[in-house]
């Protein structure tokens, strides 16, 4: 791959915190990485750590109760977040994809799929109805839809989860955008389906050199899309490594315990492992490294210090490298 000197997406020291009823919760506290055009980034973790408000944050769409803390969000070498709010919204619309997990909450159940997918080409790129038409025909053929005409005149409520995540799809790509964030975008399909989802976005990455940022907590998933993977942990980046090192295996003791606890990776007649202990509450994580209360390798420094992030781990007792 071809890495140009500038990242296309960087991340720096990013916080994004939320006002809540009983105090201020840091659920983003200092994430930084960077992706390249047609890299595929994964960022893993358990429910709650703080990778799916990371993505939200990325395309300017956090909650009203959240803003951004510090940090900056660096696209093409200008930081995003000092964007008047119009200039972000067309970036947005026309740069920047996203692919949700739920596709029946963000697909208007009374309009055609067809029609969905070719408002934003009427609205942001001016393009004519039979334009638009023989654009959204395009996309449906290149997302796998079979029989694209007909799909084209279905509602939502008419196909599959597998389809509708396809249709998806092809919306946040319609302006052929240069970075496209998947957030757990096979969750509720089940796995013939869930492999078809990745694969598509796979190749869709690379044929088109577009960036591709997923989130996800199945690392089975990760195996078969991403390039790198950020391992997020209470709003942290816990290691930053390569799918191979992911699996031959990981130097920090939560990314190591998330691949031990997959179940192929458990024998048969063992039962299935999980890692002890909750995820922190983001309005109060503990003092020092804020896993090791759950770590099987914490040192009494642990408790005390925060670790700094030093040859892509934040650990004071890091696991050996594998070779």
Known sequence: MHISPVPLLEARDLRIHIHTESGL??????????IQA???????????????????GIMGL?????????GSLQYEGRDILDLPEAKRRALRGREMGMVFQDPMQYLNPVLTCGNQVAEPLRVLDAQSHGQARQRVLELFREVGLPDPERQMERYPHELSGGMRQ??????????????LIADEPTT?????????ILQLLRRL????????????HDLNAVSQVADRVAVMYAGKIAEMLSVHQLFA?????YARALLDSMPARIPADQPLRGIPGQVPDP?????????????SRALESCSRLEPVFTDDVACHNPWPVSV
């Not at 396809?166 to 970075?179: D, E, Y």
């Open 249 to 253: 295996g990981p130097r920090h003791p």
């Open 205 to 216: 990455s690379k044929e088109h050199r577009m960036a591709l940022l997923i989130i996800t």
């Open 38 to 56: 047609g890299e595929a980034l994964a960022i893993v973790g358990e429910s709650g750590c703080g990778k799916s408000l990371t993505a939200m």
């Open 62 to 70: 956090l909650p009203p109760s959240a803003f951004y803390a510090a």
């Open 25 to 34: 919760s840091r659920a983003v506290d200092g994430v930084s990485f960077s």
């Open 166 to 179: 396809r249709v998806l799809i092809a919306m946040a790509l319609a302006l052929k955008p240069k970075l």
């Open 283 to 295: 309005r109060n994580p503990p003092q020092g490294c804020r896993f090791h209360p759950r770590c």
């Open 188 to 196: 509720a399909l089940d796995a013939t389906v869930q492999a078809q």
